[in-house]
């Protein structure tokens, strides 16, 4: 996808909108990121970010990072290690299925949010709101770039 393109076409509030919606039905963490820097490999940036955005301080390490790449139409999603024992491997495949034909179609924004939706789902499953039991909201909602 062309970055300047991307940028037209994405909005921000929408996927803020999206995550908060998703983060109410779980105990779960979800970021979006968008870098304009070159990347080689989605996957290792990804890491990287999720690294330097401190998503692995979530108290049930619990946070997911999905990372857009516009300069190479590329994407990633990482999540921290209580994600990775809770959800199976057919979880990643399928965030990834339900954005990448969104992307191919030029709906930027309606692939983030369908990806943010999905990993709702299964963080809502996996760390179930517990009654009685206040949510912390722990990482940014926003849209972050670098």
């Known amino acids: 996808m062309d970055p300047k393109d ?24 979800i970021r979006v990121h968008v870098t304009h820097q070159p990347v080689g490999d989605a996957q290792e940036a990804a890491i990287e970010a999720f690294e330097r955005l401190g998503m ?18 590329a994407f990633a999603i990482v999540g921290d290690q209580g994600v990775h024992l ?22 930027y924004t309606e692939a983030i949010r369908r990806g943010v939706e999905r990993v709702g789902d299964e963080l809502a499953q996996a760390f179930p709101r517990e009654p009685g039991r206040t949510d912390v909201n722990e990482l940014p909602d926003s849209v972050s770039r670098d």
């Open 6 to 29: 991307f940028l037209d076409h994405i909005d921000d509030q929408a996927i803020v909108e999206a995550i908060r919606a998703a983060e109410t039905r779980g105990r779960g963490e």
């Open 56 to 73: 692995a301080r979530t108290a049930e390490r619990n946070g997911v990072l999905i990372l857009v790449v516009p300069r190479t139409n």
């Open 86 to 107: 809770h959800c199976g491997a057919s979880f990643w495949k399928n965030v990834t299925e339900a954005m990448s034909a969104e992307f191919r179609a030029g709906r």
